[in-house]
């Protein structure tokens, strides 16, 4: 029976997991009937769409080994908003948690004050957290979003506080003077020679070309001595299994009533509204390191003089919004907080986030569990995961291009319009089969990786 046109727009309600609701739209991709975006996934979500949960069942859960976060300013609630979600949802409390706070909160105004990172800083704790339950978590705080991060940065290299160490900000592309890039090696080179390593977030702008009027990954997650983290759309099932990934670059299209009362794209598919995605792509300033050298293809890494350049990101992890993570915080109220960072907050809240700013927690966690399982700290990670990738290419889940478009039914809990989500649309930057600019060798697959590391490790003993 042929279905009758939509006369109202639809207002669509979140699934729990990916395909629970789904909902109405104007025709697009041979469809005319979408699963809803979701609400964010929870902690036992996350574990089991990575495959995880066997593993941490056994005990092999992070214990041993310190993940630090970075991010500026401090939230005076991360561990007790943990703690009250992880409880509300039956997860491990977060125990092994300590905090080097700033002496001050500076350049606020710039830096868009603590409520503006108290969200970065929450997602960061509670995503690691869920994924590495085990794990100690040290969060140090820049008292700016500038050089305060650097020093932060210092603190835990100088006196060892962690082996790992999960950055969820960048420059708007390469343009940054060259000490600034100098100075940051030289941090990054300190990591790598004390066998602590670095995971940056590969951005949230794709190739930047919207914002730079050229096409650019962001530094420090472009350098070659970090390891940069892109980002996927990921659907975690009824059962918790993973049903599909694909690169994180979302667009919209909004859903109009045009003058027949009918409901309609007022735009054609995929539509114009650029909804972010994962970052990476070919280095204007750094050359190909020797680890990606045969496992990324020439045609990336070419440059504009023909030298082969540093491509990213390197590995990839769950960050777009629309298939996003559930965080709990109590809002800071800024109008309250002093110059030494006391601020009031409120009532616990749930939220939904996204962004590599989700993925490089994720994958820095994922890595406190192989090294817990192969009993070993591997510091700078990319020549490991690289040749990890040359000897057994399921050490990744590969996140290939989508056969066919995959999208969302999506309302807007702020604007009240309805929109139709295309995912995988990243600007210039496209996954592939094998080595890509938005999902580099793919998503880890830590069980693999972890046995890899061991069986290495055996050989040369």
Same mark, same amino acid.
């Given at each position: 029976?042929?279905?009758?046109?939509?006369?109202?727009?639809?207002?669509?309600?979140?699934?729990?997991y990916?395909?629970?609701?789904?909902?109405?739209?104007?025709?697009a991709?041979?469809?005319k009937?979408?699963?809803?975006f979701?609400?964010?996934?929870?902690?036992?979500?996350?574990?089991?769409?990575?495959?995880?949960?066997?593993?941490?069942?056994?005990g092999?859960d992070?214990?041993?080994?310190?993940?630090?976060?970075?991010?500026?300013y401090?939230?005076?609630?991360?561990?007790?908003?943990?703690?009250d979600?992880?409880?509300?949802v039956?997860?491990?409390?977060?125990t092994?948690f300590?905090?080097?706070?700033?002496?001050?909160?500076?350049d606020?105004?710039?830096?868009q004050?603590?409520?503006?990172?108290?969200?970065?800083?929450t997602?960061?704790?509670?995503?690691?957290?869920?994924?590495? $339950?085990?794990a100690?978590? +040290?969060?140090v =705080? &820049?008292?700016?979003? /500038?050089?305060?991060?650097?020093? *932060?940065?210092?603190?835990?290299?100088?006196?060892?506080?962690?082996?790992?160490?999960?950055?969820?900000?960048?420059?708007?592309?390469?343009?940054?003077?060259?000490?600034?890039?100098?100075?940051?090696?030289n941090?990054?080179?300190q990591?790598?020679a004390?066998?602590?390593?670095?995971?940056?977030?590969s951005?949230?702008?794709?190739?930047?070309s919207?914002n730079?009027g050229?096409?650019?990954?962001?530094?420090?997650?472009?350098?070659?001595?970090?390891?940069?983290?892109?980002?996927?759309?990921?659907?975690?099932?009824?059962?918790?299994?993973?049903e599909?990934?694909?690169?994180?670059?979302?667009?919209?299209?909004?859903?109009?009533?045009?003058?027949?009362?009918?409901?309609?794209?007022?735009? $054609?598919?995929?539509?114009t +509204?650029?909804? =972010? &995605?994962?970052?990476? /792509?070919?280095s204007?300033?750094? *050359?190909?390191?020797a680890?990606?050298?045969g496992?990324?293809?020439?045609?990336?890494?070419?440059?504009?003089?023909?030298?082969p350049a540093?491509?990213?990101?390197?590995?990839a992890?769950?960050?777009d919004p629309?298939?996003?993570?559930?965080?709990?915080?109590?809002?800071?109220?800024?109008?309250?907080?002093?110059?030494?960072?006391?601020?009031?907050?409120?009532?616990?809240?749930?939220?939904?986030?996204?962004g590599?700013?989700?993925?490089?927690?994720?994958?820095?966690?994922?890595?406190?569990?192989v090294?817990?399982a192969?009993g070993?700290?591997?510091?700078f990670?990319?020549?490991?995961?690289?040749?990890?990738?040359?000897?057994?290419?399921?050490?990744?889940?590969?996140?290939?291009?989508?056969?066919?478009?995959?999208? +969302?039914?999506?309302?807007?809990?702020?604007? /009240?319009?309805?929109?139709?989500?295309t995912?995988?649309q990243?600007?210039?930057?496209?996954?592939?089969t094998?080595y890509?600019?938005?999902?580099?060798?793919?998503?880890?697959?830590?069980?693999?990786v972890?046995?890899y590391l061991?069986?290495?490790?055996?050989?040369?003993?």
């Open positions: 029976m042929k279905r009758q046109a939509l006369t109202a727009l639809p207002k669509y309600t979140c699934s729990n990916y395909g629970e609701n789904t909902g109405p739209a104007p025709k991709y041979g469809s009937e979408f699963p809803t979701l609400c964010g996934y929870l902690p036992d979500q996350l574990r089991s769409g990575y495959g995880l949960n066997k593993m941490i069942t056994a092999n992070g214990t041993g080994q310190t993940i630090a976060i970075i991010d500026a401090a939230s005076p609630s991360v561990q007790q908003d943990t703690n979600y992880m409880r509300a039956g997860s491990p409390l977060l092994k300590t905090e080097i706070k700033p002496s001050a909160f500076v606020t105004d710039l830096c004050g603590a409520s503006g990172w108290q969200g970065e800083e997602l960061d704790v509670e995503s690691a957290h869920s994924i590495a $339950p085990g100690s978590i +040290l969060y =705080g &820049g008292f700016n979003c /500038g050089g305060g991060l650097d020093i *932060a940065m210092s603190d835990i290299l100088d006196n060892r506080l962690a082996n790992i160490v999960s950055n969820s900000y960048g420059n708007l592309g390469e343009a940054v003077p060259g000490s600034v890039i100098t100075g940051e090696q941090i990054q080179l990591a790598a004390e066998g602590i390593g670095l995971y940056f977030s951005g949230d702008s794709g190739d930047e919207m730079l050229y096409t650019s990954p962001d530094f420090p997650a472009s350098s070659p001595f970090v390891t940069a983290v892109g980002g996927t759309s990921k659907a975690i099932g009824a059962n918790g299994a993973t599909f990934n694909t690169g994180w670059g979302d667009v919209l299209d909004k859903m109009a009533l045009n003058k027949n009362g009918k409901v309609k794209f007022t735009d $054609p598919v995929p539509g +509204l650029w909804g =972010g &995605g994962a970052g990476g /792509g070919t204007a300033f750094f *050359a190909q390191p680890y990606q050298q496992v990324v293809p020439d045609s990336l890494a070419d440059s504009v003089d023909g030298t540093r491509v990213s990101p390197d590995v992890a769950l960050a629309y298939t996003g993570f559930q965080i709990a915080l109590r809002p800071i109220d800024d109008s309250t907080c002093t110059p030494s960072g006391d601020c009031q907050v409120g009532d616990l809240e749930y939220e939904t986030y996204g590599t700013s989700l993925a490089s927690p994720i994958t820095a966690a994922e890595m406190a569990l090294q817990q192969s070993r700290t591997i510091g990670a990319n020549p490991v995961l690289y040749a990890a990738a040359q000897a057994d290419s399921s050490t990744f889940s590969d996140v290939p291009a989508q056969s066919s478009p995959v999208a +969302l039914a999506y309302t807007s809990a702020h604007s /009240g319009n309805d929109y139709l989500v995912l995988g990243d600007t210039s930057l496209q996954t592939a094998g890509d600019n938005v999902t580099g060798l793919g998503e880890l697959s830590v069980p693999r972890a046995a061991s069986k290495t490790s055996a050989s040369a003993e």
